[in-house]
């Protein structure tokens, strides 16, 4: 078992169980429990740059110093931040945070208690003098994936197509620029499922520092908005934004950066929200076409197409739900 023989890489105490956790797209993910303590380890995908790590430990190292609950990452025997197996491939170890994951989230409460932890988050990051080295290339890189579809569309059915055109028009009315916000780190990746909650709902730690980029911060909630404030999941045809959920975000997410939101700054994450699930729509439509890169749920779809073509139908009806002025 492969991830039995990586751990040799690190000093640890006898190990008791390795299992997979989680449903991440990316990596994949095992929770290993030892006689000395519990952690993560995960398999890097190959899209993620070496220099991701020292990111992750740049950043990580801050928040947790300005008391923000994040993975610690582990360095290996010989002080690096990952170890490769005899294939090649990336491995790392993090300390596990107790808390609870979840993939949706339908009341007010907790959505405002995500959007206070993440508030408290881009507060500290915006203090931040760090410029990132390792983030993937074109990632939230909107006006580059969207030209990406317009590459791969022709190969689409003729409905995805449609949606695809679509996504090709709205997208420019929607771009965000420094006029409106100045940029800074970011985690690059707020789905639900990177936070972590107490069995009372609380918020209480951030995971997944894979995605840390320079950005606007308003991309970053906008993305958050799309998966928090979403009742059903993201391969949902149906899925729609709920106003209430957002309402209590923003409020949360005010009460973290310790100010109240202007009606400018509130519009614009609600801009942000509704460009965010049609680049998703975007990378999801990609991936049908070029089938090589996100993960897919076996025991509900037969290949990685078909849950791709649910993720992007479910994303463009999200977006085409959201209001802005």
Not at 7 to 35: C, F, H, M, R
């Amino acid at each position: 078992m492969k991830s039995r023989t990586i751990l040799s890489s690190w000093q640890l105490d006898e190990v008791i169980t390795i299992a997979p956790v989680g449903n991440g797209l990316i990596n994949t993910t095992y929770k290993v429990a030892t006689l000395g303590g519990v952690f993560v380890l995960q398999k890097i995908h190959e899209i993620i740059p070496d220099a991701a790590a020292v990111d992750m430990m740049t950043v990580t190292s801050y928040l947790a110093e300005h008391g923000l609950k994040v993975p610690k990452l582990i360095l290996t025997n010989d002080g690096q931040p990952f170890a490769v197996d005899g294939e090649g491939s990336r491995w790392r170890l993090y300390s596990w945070i107790e808390g609870v994951v979840v993939n949706a989230i339908d009341n007010e409460e907790m959505t405002r208690e995500a959007g206070k932890v993440v508030g408290k988050m881009h507060g500290l990051l915006a203090k931040l003098d760090y410029t990132p080295a390792g983030s993937i290339p074109h990632f939230h890189e909107t006006e580059y994936i969207v030209n990406e579809l317009q590459t791969v569309s022709p190969e689409l059915s003729s409905e995805l197509a449609t949606i695809a055109q679509d996504i090709i028009d709205e997208v420019p009315k929607l771009l965000l620029d420094e006029s409106r916000q100045k940029k800074q780190v970011i985690h690059g990746d707020l789905k639900i499922s990177n936070l972590l909650f107490d069995e009372a709902g609380k918020a209480v730690g951030v995971i997944d520092f894979d995605t840390i980029l320079e950005h606007f911060s308003a991309v970053d909630l906008g993305d958050a908005l799309r998966s928090w404030c979403n009742k059903t999941s993201e391969d949902d045809a149906s899925a729609v934004i709920d106003e209430g959920l957002c309402e209590a975000a923003l409020a949360g997410y005010a009460e973290g950066l310790g100010r109240a939101l202007t009606t400018d700054e509130r519009n614009l994450y609600l801009r942000a929200t509704k460009l965010i699930a049609l680049e998703l729509a975007s990378r999801f439509l990609i991936d049908v076409v070029r089938d090589n890169y996100f993960g897919f749920d076996s025991a509900r779809y037969p290949d990685r197409r078909s849950h791709n073509i649910a993720r992007a139908i479910g994303q463009y009806h999200l977006a085409q739900s959201i209001k802005i002025s």
